[in-house]
T-cell receptor, first 114, second 110 residues
Framework: KAGVTQTPRYLIKTRGQQVTLSCSPI?????VSWYQQTPGQGLQFLFE???????NKGNFPGRFSGRQFSNSRSEMNVSTLELGDSALYLC?????????????FGPGTRLTVT | GQQVMQIPQYQHVQEGEDFTTYCNSS?????IQWYKQRPGGHPVFLIQ?????EVKKQKRLTFQFGEAKKNSSLHITATQTTDVGTYFC??????????FGSGTRLQVQP
């Protein structure tokens, strides 16, 4: 079956702009989690959605938001971009809530903020 | 918040040598998951450990969960160039979010 897909794969934005990233989970997976990966901070949890509801949230400012649709596809939005938001954004899907189930990661969206 | 520390940050070995990465926490870990990320790739799930003292093997890889559930380790016997990548442990913090360790980058010299 098809893996997790993320679009776009690469993105260049300017400070102050906003961006929306998309994630399509594996068919049948109801949980989608988002992570930010940077060389300095490693893999940091942003939030998790399950059945269209945000179930867990990491320690990120309110500029980072997300949502999940009835088909389990998810989007994350970052408003008022800052240079420090440059990172690889990974989404992962799982059968159940992230804790306790293996996560299947997508290829990521590489965001560069200039 | 909870922190999961991983050591070493980086290890360079000759092909055929063994390799171990350690995952430590000052608080009790819930369940540990291990992932491997190849250069330029995304994390791929390797295994989950749940019970205190648990040991699991996957071919040349041996995973352990400490008796006190405050540490875990991944040992690779006789490394191969295909083992190159970054290995992450992650705690599920009581079936909530996954808290990832900082990762250990493994380089294997042929």
């Amino acid at each position: 079956k098809a893996g997790v897909t993320q679009t776009p794969r690469y993105l260049i934005k300017t400070r102050g702009q906003q961006v929306t990233l998309s994630c399509s989970p594996i068919s049948g997976h109801r949980s989608v989690s988002w992570y930010q990966q940077t060389p300095g901070q490693g893999l940091q949890f942003l939030f998790e959605y399950f059945s269209e509801t945000q179930r867990n949230k990491g320690n990120f400012p309110g500029r980072f938001s997300g949502r999940q649709f009835s088909n389990s596809r998810s989007e994350m939005n970052v408003s008022t971009l800052e240079l420090g938001d440059s990172a690889l954004y990974l989404c992962a899907s799982s059968l159940g809530l992230a804790g306790g189930f293996e996560q299947y990661f997508g290829p990521g969206t590489r965001l560069t903020v200039t | 918040g909870q922190q999961v520390m991983q050591i070493p940050q980086y290890q360079h070995v000759q092909e055929g040598e063994d390799f171990t990465t350690y995952c430590n926490s000052s608080t009790t870990l819930s369940n540990i998951q291990w992932y491997k990320q190849r250069p330029g790739g995304h994390p791929v799930f390797l295994i989950q450990l749940v019970k205190s003292g648990e040991v699991k093997k996957q071919k040349r890889l041996t995973f352990q969960f400490g008796e006190a559930k405050k540490n875990s380790s991944l040992h690779i016997t006789a490394t191969q160039t295909t083992d190159v990548g970054t290995y992450f442990c992650a705690d599920d913090t009581g079936r909530r979010a996954l808290t990832f360790g900082s990762g250990t980058r493994l380089q294997v010299q042929p």
